[in-house]
């Protein structure tokens, strides 16, 4: 998601200097990327909550993306080209989790500072 616009900033160099899509860099990119659309006021109110748990939503998809993932490789995939047939499965199932985890942390994150 973010490649494209490491590559317009540093060109294909940052891999070789910075490290992969697994480095402090490329974190601190993303971090920054989502913060600059923290408070776009949006019509939509899910929208506006979607864009507010953004940031927590992509710091926990990882761990969704390797659940589904895993669990669908080892009963589903025969080949590469099954990949595109469950997509339209998969992607749905890591945002909606991902945006449940965002939700719960926000609610409890408010209990907590209600009793404190």
């Known amino acids: 998601m973010l490649d494209p616009i490491i590559n317009l900033m540093m060109g294909n160099t940052y891999r070789f200097v910075l490290g992969g899509r697994d480095s402090l860099f490329y974190t601190a990119i993303a971090v920054i990327v989502f913060l600059l659309f923290y408070d776009v006021d ?3 109110k899910m929208i506006t909550k979607i864009s ?7 710091l926990c998809s990882w761990i969704f993306d390797n659940l589904y993932y895993t669990y669908f490789k ?3 995939f025969e080949s590469q080209q099954q990949f595109f047939a469950f997509f339209p499965i998969i992607v749905p199932l890591v945002f909606f989790s991902s945006f449940g985890v965002a939700w719960l942390r926000e609610k409890v994150n408010w209990g907590i500072k209600k009793i404190l």
């Open 74 to 76: 080892a009963h589903y």
């Open 52 to 58: 507010l748990l953004s940031l927590d939503m992509y």
């Open 42 to 44: 949006f019509k939509s």
